[in-house]
């Protein structure tokens, strides 16, 4: 129990273009869920709390104009880079909540 | 600001030893703290979780200790196995813990199990 899927598991995009990214959870409810960015050899960084049926809290020094989170169901969350440029290239990851988070198995974005 | 520290960026162990690696925490008082484990591209994988009020916790041959006083974790794989070797990452709950709170982690330890 307790899968969290991603989708897409990677994507290429060109600098100026959108890119959504889905989380969902599989086997369990979700009010809250989150999403994290990793540069390679750094760690996970918290992006934001996506909160069913309420707004984004996002981190400080996070543009939540940039990265737009929808938690439109128990089971899914969004979570879409607008106006994507080459410095947005990460790896994304969600996670949703119990007291241990179960995390998706991660997005590579590659902008060119 | 809150702050955690993994012991080094890579690890060479002899399979069949036990591997022990270090988190340790600055500016924080956690209600409980996490071990995960990363293979390369991959999510983690939630491990252990350790209660500010527990000394220690076992899982097969997995062990975690947590010194809220020294605010350091130490993480035991005993018996270890090539399969072990993955990156260790160590973290804590940002808020009160109730199920609602991010964590932060550490950059982590990238463990390598030689057989």
């Known amino acids: 129990g307790a899968v969290v899927s991603q989708h897409p598991s990677w994507v290429i995009c060109k600098s100026g273009t959108s890119v959504k990214i889905e989380c969902r959870s599989l086997?369990?409810?979700?009010?809250?869920m989150f999403w994290y960015r990793q540069f390679p050899k750094q760690s996970l960084m918290l992006m934001a709390t996506?909160?069913?049926?309420?707004?984004?809290?996002?981190e400080q020094g996070v543009e939540k104009d940039k990265f737009l989170i929808n938690h439109a169901s128990l089971t899914l969350s969004t979570l879409t880079v607008t106006s994507a440029h080459p410095e947005d290239s990460s790896f994304y990851i969600c996670?949703?909540?119990?007291?241990?988070?179960?995390f998706g198995p991660g997005t590579r974005l590659t902008v060119t | 600001s809150q702050k955690i520290e993994q012991n080094s960026e890579a690890l060479n162990i002899q399979e069949g030893k036990t591997a022990t690696l270090t988190c340790n925490y600055t500016n924080y008082s956690p209600a409980y703290l996490q071990w995960y484990r990363q293979d390369p591209g991959r999510g983690p994988v939630f491990l252990l979780l350790i209660r500010e009020n527990e000394k220690e916790k076992r899982k097969e041959r997995l062990k975690v200790t947590f010194d809220t006083t020294l605010k350091q974790s130490l993480f035991h794989i005993t018996a270890s196995q090539p399969a072990d070797s993955a990156t260790y990452l160590c973290a804590l709950v940002r808020g009160a813990g109730g199920g609602a709170d991010g964590l932060t982690f550490g950059k982590g330890t990238h463990l390598i199990i030689q057989p």
């Open positions: 996506s909160n069913e049926g309420s707004k984004a809290t996002y």
């Open positions: 996670s949703a909540n119990s007291y241990e988070q179960y």
């Open positions: 086997d369990f409810q979700a009010t809250t």
